[in-house]
């Protein structure tokens, strides 16, 4: 008999099964149908021996002092910040759109004034800004739209930005300066020995038992437990019975090369060109040092893994529905990118998780004082 059953052995899950089994000092089993531990952001040595991310490039990137202070119990940091250069009228030019990417782009020589000038002069008034396309020509106007963001967003999501909510292309600013760091948060490192290395030592506690390809389905008919932490998809648990909340996945095509390095930065996004969106080069990442070098290609498409949460007004709509039906039961507790459905980074999960793991603190404690009221 478990104490709890968390579904999910991604940050969500691994970090409440964490928080659960040493502070309350409860038996946890965490189960993930996936044959590894670390969700999304797993990564392993390839037949090369070079470190990659399974699921594509994740950059670890907070300013939430919270989160820095839980994970590094677990791993120690090697100081990173994400460059990303763009394929654009067959240049190379830095993403976010900065200074050096318009000097680039148009054989120019602004100064950050005059790049405010030039924007100026460009960027289309919109009186409210709803869609990823408004965040954008109310930016930077309508050519450098279709350059960086209408092509490349069309692949990823399988729709037009004029379809998809403002939070999407929003994530990326747009800068007069020379800055071309893809974030710009206090805190940019990626775990020293990677992330599947801090998620094992996050796990090892004898309050914890782990088991791989396992599905939710299989658990619950064999395991006994008396409360729940579930991470994969809500509308899953939930059997669908309100429909499909639709996702878009990815393809990821691993290639190892046999050259030290094969390009200039980390990432390079394609956003007019190539049926994938990006190639991304690890060892930028992870500073290995190796004679060979692996890539992936991202691949977008509408089916597979369920990545990427579609954020619109007719799936919040769906999802609201969804949340009543969780916020009725007692004894699951939901969090994570599925179960939120929310597109959220690592460090919004970690920090998700640790506040969940509060409310169940205060929900026991309220449930006592309730009890004790009444005896
Ligand atoms: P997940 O990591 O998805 O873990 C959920 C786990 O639950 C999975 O392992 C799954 O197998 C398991 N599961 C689901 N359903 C079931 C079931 N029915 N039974 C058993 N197990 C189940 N974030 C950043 O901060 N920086 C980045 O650079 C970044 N890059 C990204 C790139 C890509 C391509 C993608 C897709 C995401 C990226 N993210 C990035 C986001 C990051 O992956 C997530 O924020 C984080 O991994 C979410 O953790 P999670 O635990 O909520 O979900
Ligand atoms: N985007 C784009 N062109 C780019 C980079 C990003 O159009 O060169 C848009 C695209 O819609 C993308 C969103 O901005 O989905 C957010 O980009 P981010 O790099 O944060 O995507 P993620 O790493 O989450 O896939």
Known sequence: MYDWLVVGAGFAGSVLAERIASER???????????????NA????????VLIHQYGPHIFHTNAQVVIDYLSRFTAWRPYEHRVLGQVDGKLVPIPINLTTINTLYDLDLTPDGMEAFLAERRIEIAEIKTSEDVVLSTVGRELYEKFFRGYTRKQWGLDPSKLDRSVTAR????????????????????????????????????IDVQLSTSYVDAIRRVKFRKMVFTGPIDEFFDFRLGKLPYRSLRFEHETLDVEQYQPVATVNYPQTEDFTRITEYKHLTGQVHARTSITREYPSASGDPFYPIPNEE?????????????RLDHVWFAGRLASYRYYNMDQVVGQALATFERIQAADKAGLARSSAAS
């Open 25 to 39: 000092n409860e038996k946890v089993l965490v189960i993930d149908k996936r044959p590894h531990i670390a969700g």
């Open 42 to 49: 797993y990564d392993c040595q390839d037949a090369a021996g």
């Open 172 to 207: 990326i600013p747009t800068r007069t300066n020379t800055d071309d760091r893809y974030f710009t948060d206090t805190f940019q490192n990626m775990p020293a020995r990677g992330y599947t290395v801090m998620f094992e030592r996050m796990l090892d506690h004898p309050n």
């Open 315 to 327: 799936n919040a709509v769906l999802l609201r529905r969804y949340q009543a039906l969780a916020n």
